[in-house]
C-alpha cells in the first residue's frame, strides 16, 4: 500500500529545504542535534524514533522474486546545483521517469551521502547517490546507486566542477546534465519499503538499490566529503520484519 508522504516531507525532498511557512527545527550529522536525537528536535521528526520502516537499512536477507525490470527514461535535464548545508543536490527538469509495473513516478531530483547510508550484505561504500521520484499523488520512490573508488565518471566531474562550497548557496550548472551517467549499465536491483533518510523520516518511501555499483575517483570523493565537513550518513535501521527482494 502506498502511503502519501506529508507536503513538508515532499517539500524537502524534491527542493532541498522547507518553504517559510513550514519551518522546522534544525538537525545535523553529529552533536546534539545529530540522528540519535532527530526524533526529539521537533514532533515532525517523531517518526525518526517511532517509526517501524525507517532507512537506511543493511540489505541482507534477500527474497528471491521475479522483479519487474525498471523503466528508466530519463532525459538531460540536470540544471541546478544546491549545498542545503547537508548534501549537494542537483534539481532535475520534468520529463524523466521511472516506471515500474505500470506505475510511474517524475525524477525531481539527486543527492550524494559518503559514506553510503544503505549497506549491502554488510559491505558500506565510500558514497552513494539517491534519484528522488514523486508520482502524482506525492509518493516517492527513491533509486540508489552504490559508488567505489575506481575510473573517474564525467558526469560527476561535470557536476563537481559547479559544486558549492558554501553551505546555502546554489547554481545553475553551465550545462545540462544527464543522471544516466551516473547508473550502472546493470539495472538489476533490490526493493524494499522505507522512508526518508533525513528528518522527518517519513515512511512510505519505494527504495530501489542498484546491485551494480559505480567507480568514482578517491579525489571525487574527497572533493564531496571536503565540502560537507562531515559524514553525511544516518545509521543503519532496524530491517524488523520488512522482505528485501531481489
Same mark, same amino acid.
Given at each position: ?82 549545498? $542545503? ?12 521517469? *521511472?516506471? +515500474? %509495473?505500470?506505475? &510511474? !513516478? ?62 546555502? $548557496? ?12 551516473? *547508473?550502472? +549499465? %546493470?539495472?538489476? &536491483? !533490490? ?56
Amino acid at each position: 500500500m502506498k502511503t502519501k508522504l506529508s507536503l513538508l516531507a515532499l517539500t524537502i525532498l524534491t527542493t532541498g529545504c522547507a518553504t517559510t511557512t513550514q519551518q522546522s527545527s534544525h538537525w545535523n550529522y553529529s552533536g546534539h542535534e545529530g540522528p540519535e536525537y532527530w526524533g526529539s528536535l521537533d514532533p515532525k521528526y517523531s517518526t525518526c524514533d517511532k517509526g517501524v520502516n525507517q532507512s537506511p537499512i543493511n540489505l541482507t536477507g534477500f527474497i528471491e522474486s521475479d522483479l519487474s525490470p525498471l523503466e528508466l527514461t530519463y532525459k538531460p535535464g540536470g540544471h541546478e546545483i544546491i549545498n $542545503n548545508g547537508h548534501t549537494i543536490q542537483v534539481n532535475y527538469q520534468s520529463g524523466s521517469k *521511472l516506471g +515500474i %509495473n505500470g506505475h &510511474y !513516478y517524475e525524477l525531481k531530483q539527486f543527492h550524494f551521502h559518503s559514506p553510503s547510508e544503505n549497506h549491502i550484505s554488510g559491505k558500506s561504500y565510500p558514497m552513494e547517490i539517491h534519484l528522488v521520484h514523486a508520482d502524482i499523488d506525492g509518493n516517492l520512490a527513491v533509486v540508489a546507486v552504490m559508488f567505489e573508488e575506481g575510473h573517474e565518471n564525467k558526469t560527476l566531474k561535470e557536476i563537481w566542477n559547479t559544486m558549492p562550497g558554501v553551505a546555502g $548557496n546554489k547554481s545553475g550548472l553551465p550545462s545540462v546534465v544527464s543522471v544516466d551517467g551516473l *547508473l550502472p +549499465i %546493470n539495472r538489476e &536491483y !533490490y526493493r524494499f519499503n522505507g522512508s526518508l533518510t533525513t528528518p522527518p523520516c517519513s515512511e512510505g518511501v519505494l527504495w530501489l538499490v542498484m546491485k551494480q555499483s559505480i567507480t568514482v575517483t578517491k579525489e571525487q570523493i574527497t572533493k564531496f566529503t571536503h565540502v560537507m565537513h562531515q559524514p553525511t550518513n544516518r545509521p543503519i535501521q532496524p530491517v524488523y520484519a520488512r522482505p528485501v527482494l531481489k
